[in-house]
T-cell receptor
């Protein structure tokens, strides 16, 4: 009963390096989301996907790219990391787009960019 | 875009005291969801309110949705140390973006034993 699994849990990058965060869900959910959490700013949506092969921009998409090649996986990429991308990243999934859009979150990835 | 403002940002209480966090919007909300995030953890869904004036209870937690559907509150009676964490409200965006949630900034609750 894994739910939503994020890897890695922690990562330290140097400015300009690239990395990919992986999110995997085993609940057969159609909808998946990437958020970043910064102190005092709540959770801000980076990108989301309404199904396999589809992605869309959220509130703060700049500097990030995503892919959803398989229904169960949602990847978040940083092509050239910047210190402003130091944050905690959460992936979430849901089974409904309407009034039953309850989101299930992964444990998070804590990223530091030096 | 739609915004939900949450107050207070921080709340420190003695164990046994009550706690309330408020969520406000300038526009009518389709729904309100509440999530709890334990320190070092991830957000976990608590409840959803949809109807105007709706009140729901979960043990010591009482959730309300305003009559005008522009505000909501979460009240905890007789706090315990297990209530420590950050409480977020969230609401679905409207129209074709309905499935996207907009989160409030969160209220960080500290409970002193």
């Amino acid at each position: 009963n894994a739910g939503v699994t994020q890897t890695p849990k922690f990562r330290v990058l140097k400015t300009g390096q690239s990395m990919t965060l992986l999110c995997a869900q085993d609940m057969n959910h159609e909808y998946m989301y990437w958020y970043r959490q910064d102190p005092g700013m709540g959770l801000r949506l980076i990108h989301y996907s309404v199904g396999e092969g589809t992605t869309a921009k959220g509130e703060v998409p700049d500097g990030y790219n995503v892919s959803r090649l398989k229904k169960q996986n949602f990847l978040l990429g940083l092509e050239s990391a910047a210190p402003s991308q130091t944050s905690v990243y959460f992936c979430a999934s849901s089974y409904d787009w309407g009034t039953k859009n309850i989101q299930y979150f992964g444990a998070g990835t804590r990223l530091s960019v030096l | 875009g739609q915004q939900v403002m949450q107050i207070p940002q921080y709340q420190h209480v003695q164990e046994g005291e009550d706690f309330t966090t408020y969520c406000n919007s300038s526009t009518t909300l389709s729904n309100i969801q509440w999530y709890k995030q334990r320190p070092g953890g991830h957000p976990v869904f608590l409840i959803q309110l949809v109807k105007s004036g709706e009140v729901k209870k979960q043990k010591r937690l009482t959730f309300q949705f305003g009559e005008a559907k522009k505000n909501s509150s979460l009240h905890i009676t007789a706090t315990q140390t297990t209530d420590v964490g950050t409480y977020f409200c969230a609401s679905n965006a409207g129209g074709t973006s309905y499935g996207k949630l907009t989160f409030g900034q969160g209220t960080i609750l500290t409970v002193h034993p």
